[in-house]
T-cell receptor, first 113, second 114 residues
Framework: GAGVSQTPSNKVTEKGKYVELRCDPISGHTALYWYRQSLGQGPEFLIYFQGTGAADDSGLPNDRFFAVRPEGSVSTLKIQRTERGDSAVYLC???????????FGPGTRLTVL | EDQVTQSPEALRLQEGESSSLNCSYTVSGLRGLFWYRQDPGKGPEFLFTLYSAGEEKEKERLKATLTKKESFLHITAPKPEDSATYLCAVPVGGNTGTASKLTFGTGTRLQVTL
């Protein structure tokens, strides 16, 4: 079946601009996660949803970052007033919700100039 | 604080030269340990979950084992296509059987040459 998909695969923006990153989870998966990965590092947790609600947003670095999952399926990560330090690969993962195995998408590479 | 440490950072092997990657963890109430493979420019690909000390899982040339303090990923007679970064992770927060975030190590970059 189809895996997790993310769009766009690459996003280049200018400092101060607003960006949206999209994630389509595996069909039927109730849990959805966002991670950020910098070069040479493991993924770092940002936020996760159980259904439509954010169950844990403790990893969001500041209030410029926000994520939604209005219908319990697709999620959008929104970053306001982007900064050069936001440049990274943003990964989305989903899981059935009853176990912990998470399945990752290919990521969106964000570059802030 | 929950921590995951992987070693070595990088490993270069010749084809057929077996070795092991280490993942040590400090977490209260382990609810699983996960191994992922990540190829350049791609997302992590799930390999194994281990839940209790003594447990072993195998897939092709890979075997993962778990003790109370660490996990090993053994690679037997590797091939160039096994070249990738191998990540381990543990779930933190939440309850047994429920979804929760993962804390990852920094990974081991494996290169297998002919």
């Amino acid at each position: 079946g189809a895996g997790v998909s993310q769009t766009p695969s690459n996003k280049v923006t200018e400092k101060g601009k607003y960006v949206e990153l999209r994630c389509d989870p595996i069909s039927g998966h109730t849990a959805l996660y966002w991670y950020r990965q910098s070069l040479g590092q493991g993924p770092e947790f940002l936020i996760y949803f159980q259904g439509t609600g954010a169950a844990d947003d403790s990893g969001l670095p500041n209030d410029r970052f926000f994520a939604v999952r209005p219908e319990g399926s697709v999620s959008t990560l929104k970053i306001q007033r982007t900064e050069r330090g936001d440049s990274a690969v943003y990964l989305c993962a989903s899981s059935p919700g009853t176990g912990n195995e998470q399945f990752f998408g290919p990521g969106t590479r964000l570059t802030v100039l | 604080e929950d921590q995951v440490t992987q070693s070595p950072e990088a490993l270069r092997l010749q084809e057929g030269e077996s070795s092991s990657l280490n993942c040590s963890y400090t977490v209260s109430g382990l609810r699983g340990l996960f191994w992922y493979r990540q190829d350049p420019g791609k997302g992590p690909e799930f390999l194994f979950t281990l839940y209790s000390a003594g447990e072993e899982k195998e897939k092709e040339r890979l075997k993962a084992t778990l003790t109370k303090k660490e996990s090993f990923l053994h690679i037997t007679a590797p091939k160039p296509e096994d070249s990738a970064t191998y990540l381990c992770a543990v779930p933190v927060g939440g309850n047994t059987g429920t979804a929760s975030k993962l804390t990852f190590g920094t990974g081991t970059r494996l290169q297998v040459t002919l």
